[in-house]
């Protein structure tokens, strides 16, 4: 089969979770005998290891002008003449688009011309909001407003008939788009559990550390951490926090006072040292996460850590993994489940229901499950 991945970022990893979850899908495919190409908007930033092509020689982050031409292209939702010559010449047999910043959803129409069947994964709410997170610029929660948010899901979805599979991480994502493709088949394909490189130690018992890798910014709930860590360091909890983001400032500034550990970015070898100097994770998000779970989630749980999350969005769906306990995402509420942790037979449950990870197989679960969609798609 000739499948072509669709993604603004493509397999450009160092980019995000979409990014990962394109250049994984590609390899798999490929190492199973397939034919699959990746199409993006953006150039990638690092080496990639699957067949790519760009579509845009600059790239938003860097380039005022493209970041305004993506704006106007993602209104417009033209199926242009140069994607149309893009996909014919990578003849595929399905076409899987993901995240579309910079291509449009006339990606769909220049797929149904082709006679190509589309598969679609939801990975945010782009096509609901063009901030993609359904949340404000102060981190509040927001309704699309139903003109203008409204006009520009209309202009997005008016290929929408072309895709006849949707792909989500959580029945929540789902749900939230239910509008949009009325007559699509819907699908959700959890994002798999991969073991990690380094056989990591077993928690302690109690916990005493609490671990927080990720970006540092207001819909993560960086700052109902930072007002909790003083009240869970009292019960002999330490946080320590990992990644970069515009709230650095105010996590150094905590840990100046002595009420966190911060160890900036963390990657590679860094990062499985970060696991495993602590016994539970935290996802704490204030905002409703797409996936259920995200790919935090998984590596907490791949690297034998029970995880603590909010229960905003997909996020309350991965307590159905094991390991996964759930909490409101404000201080008290976070303070209150760290409690919780340090009851014996909460935390030996919790330990108890982490998944044993096999090398790889949940990862040829996940993708023997996109290559049923696929299947269905082609029929």
Same mark, same amino acid.
């Given at each position: 089969?000739?499948?072509?991945?669709?993604?603004?970022?493509?397999?450009?990893?160092? +980019?995000?979770?979409?990014?990962? +979850?394109?250049?994984?899908?590609?390899?798999?495919?490929?190492?199973?005998?397939?034919?699959?190409?990746?199409?993006?908007?953006?150039?990638?930033?690092?080496?990639?290891?699957?067949?790519?092509?760009?579509?845009?020689?600059?790239?938003?982050? =860097?380039?005022?002008?493209?970041?305004?031409?993506?704006?106007?292209?993602?209104?417009?939702?033209?199926?242009?003449?140069?994607?149309?010559?893009?996909?014919?010449?990578?003849?595929?047999?399905?076409?899987?688009?993901?995240?579309?910043?910079?291509?449009?959803?006339?990606?769909?129409?220049?797929?149904?011309?082709?006679?190509?069947?589309?598969?679609? =994964?939801?990975?945010?709410?782009?096509?609901?909001?063009?901030?993609?997170?359904?949340?404000?610029?102060?981190?509040?929660?927001?309704?699309?407003?139903?003109?203008?948010?409204?006009?520009?899901?209309?202009r997005l979805g008016r290929w929408?008939?072309?895709?006849?599979?949707?792909?989500?991480?959580?029945?929540?994502?789902?749900?939230?788009?239910?509008?949009?493709?009325?007559?699509?088949?819907?699908? &959700?394909?959890?994002?798999?559990?991969?073991?990690?490189? &380094?056989?990591?130690?077993?928690?302690?018992?109690?916990?005493? =550390?609490?671990?927080?890798?990720?970006?540092?910014?207001? =819909?993560?709930?960086?700052?109902?951490?930072?007002?909790?860590?003083?009240?869970?360091?009292?019960?002999?909890?330490?946080?320590?926090?990992?990644? *970069?983001?515009?709230?650095?400032?105010?996590?150094?500034?905590?840990?100046?006072r002595g009420e966190i550990v911060?160890?900036?970015?963390?990657?590679?070898?860094?990062?499985?040292?970060?696991?495993?100097?602590?016994?539970?994770?935290? &996802?704490?998000?204030?905002?409703?996460?797409?996936?259920?779970?995200?790919?935090?989630?998984?590596?907490?749980?791949?690297?034998?850590?029970?995880?603590?999350?909010?229960?905003?969005?997909?996020?309350?769906?991965?307590?159905?993994?094991?390991?996964?306990?759930?909490?409101?995402?404000?201080?008290?509420?976070?303070?209150?489940?760290?409690?919780?942790?340090?009851?014996?037979?909460?935390?030996?449950?919790?330990?108890?229901?982490?998944?044993?990870?096999?090398?790889?197989? *949940?990862?040829?679960?996940?993708?023997?499950?996109?290559?049923?969609?696929?299947?269905?798609?082609?029929?």
């Amino acid at each position: 089969m000739r499948v072509l991945l669709v993604n603004a970022h493509g397999a450009d990893s160092t +980019y995000g979770g979409a990014e990962r +979850y394109t250049g994984d899908l590609a390899r798999k495919l490929r190492e199973r005998g397939h034919d699959a190409f990746v199409l993006s908007a953006f150039p990638s930033r690092g080496q990639l290891d699957v067949p790519s092509l760009a579509l845009h020689r600059s790239d938003w982050r =860097t380039d005022p002008t493209r970041r305004v031409r993506n704006r106007a292209g993602d209104f417009a939702a033209m199926p242009w003449p140069r994607l149309e010559r893009a996909v014919a010449a990578a003849a595929p047999d399905v076409v899987h688009t993901g995240n579309l910043p910079g291509l449009g959803t006339g990606v769909w129409e220049v797929a149904r011309r082709l006679a190509v069947p589309v598969v679609h =994964t939801l990975h945010d709410y782009y096509l609901l909001c063009a901030r993609t997170s359904l949340v404000r610029s102060d981190g509040r929660a927001c309704t699309p407003h139903p003109a203008l948010c409204g006009l520009r899901s209309r202009r997005l979805g008016r290929w929408s008939s072309a895709v006849s599979q949707v792909v989500a991480g959580s029945a929540h994502l789902l749900g939230r788009h239910r509008d949009f493709f009325p007559d699509a088949e819907t699908r &959700v394909i959890r994002l798999p559990l991969v073991a990690t490189e &380094v056989l990591q130690p077993p928690p302690a018992a109690p916990p005493r =550390t609490l671990g927080y890798i990720g970006a540092l910014e207001q =819909t993560k709930g960086i700052r109902e951490l930072l007002a909790a860590a003083p009240a869970l360091a009292v019960e002999g909890l330490a946080v320590r926090i990992a990644g *970069d983001g515009r709230l650095r400032a105010e996590v150094e500034a905590a840990a100046g006072r002595g009420e966190i550990v911060y160890e900036g970015r963390v990657e590679g070898e860094a990062k499985h040292r970060f696991l495993a100097g602590c016994d539970a994770g935290l &996802v704490p998000s204030t905002w409703e996460e797409p996936s259920g779970p995200p790919y935090v989630v998984c590596e907490w749980l791949a690297g034998g850590r029970p995880v603590l999350v909010s229960d905003r969005g997909g996020l309350a769906e991965a307590a159905s993994l094991g390991g996964v306990a759930v909490a409101e995402p404000t201080a008290a509420g976070l303070v209150a489940a760290g409690r919780r942790l340090l009851v014996e037979q909460e935390w030996q449950r919790l330990l108890d229901a982490v998944p044993t990870v096999a090398a790889e197989a *949940d990862l040829e679960r996940w993708v023997d499950e996109h290559l049923s969609v696929y299947e269905a798609a082609a029929a």
